[in-house]
């Protein structure tokens, strides 16, 4: 559902259910949110609460750096009564290392936003491994996850990647100023645009059929630096496009496009 531009809220009424609706899109106007509300207020078209969900492994990405600072502290608290599964995985260790008390896995890569796409392929790598018996995947960022259970789509077993944020258009220095290497910090990206992805920062949905293409090519992603656009572009080559069910030929997926496969 998407309201106009010069629209900043909207009410729907669902089976006598007001739901109102909010118009976000993204500051840097490079994309927009999928069906954002009023989040006192249950969302009948995106979430059925009564939907199993328990094929779903939640990976919640956060970072050393960050461990004292409020996000982090947030989601800590947010898991300790969290009931579904999940991971917390982080980078900066010597060597890959599950600690089963806190479900946290460090991977043996050094924390820094470059290296964010390394990291998240080493931790599918890891979770195909050793959760042969989930479907899906809903990776979220520390600062995002404590708004997970509100933006599960519903019949997310039909989709093989889901994004709650689609980016449309590149900003192409979104890494100044970021980045450990000072190099890529006044370096504009120039790797073309392939498709529309799903924005990292607020989370995508994986299933084992996408997370097996994504670590079966991790050097190419591994080169990129933008982990969200690096895992979308690697999924569009191999025939999977966002927000696209798998029983559908088209879907509407930006503001005035539909993409048809």
Known sequence: LRFRDDCLSGELKVKSFNVKMYNVDMPTGNGFGITRYDLNVADRYRYDKNQNIDNILFMFV??????????????????????HK??????????????????????????????LPKKVVKAYKWIN???????????????????????????????????????????????????????LNDKEYTKPFKSPHAGGGCGYILSKKAMQIICDNE??????????????????????????????????????????I
């Open 62 to 83: 956060t970072c050393d750096k960050f461990e004292y600072k409020d996000r982090h502290v947030k989601l800590m608290d947010f898991l300790k009564t969290f009931k």
């Open 86 to 115: 999940y991971i917390v995985v982080k980078g900066g260790g010597d060597k890959i290392l599950f600690n089963e008390k806190f479900n946290t896995l460090t991977v043996d890569i050094e924390e820094i936003y470059e290296n």
């Open 219 to 260: 050097q190419q992603i591994g080169d990129d630096i933008y982990e969200d656009k690096a895992i979308g572009d690697t999924l569009f080559d191999n025939g999977i496009k966002l927000n696209v069910p798998s029983f559908s030929g088209k879907v509407r997926i930006s503001n005035n496009k539909t993409y048809t």
């Open 129 to 183: 491994d050793n959760y042969p018996d989930i479907s899906h995947v809903y990776k979220l960022d520390d600062d995002f996850g404590v708004n997970v259970m509100d933006y599960i789509p519903c019949n997310y077993m039909n989709y093989d990647y889901y994004g709650n944020f689609v980016v449309e258009v590149l900003i192409s220095t979104w890494h100044y100023g970021k980045c450990k290497n000072k190099d």
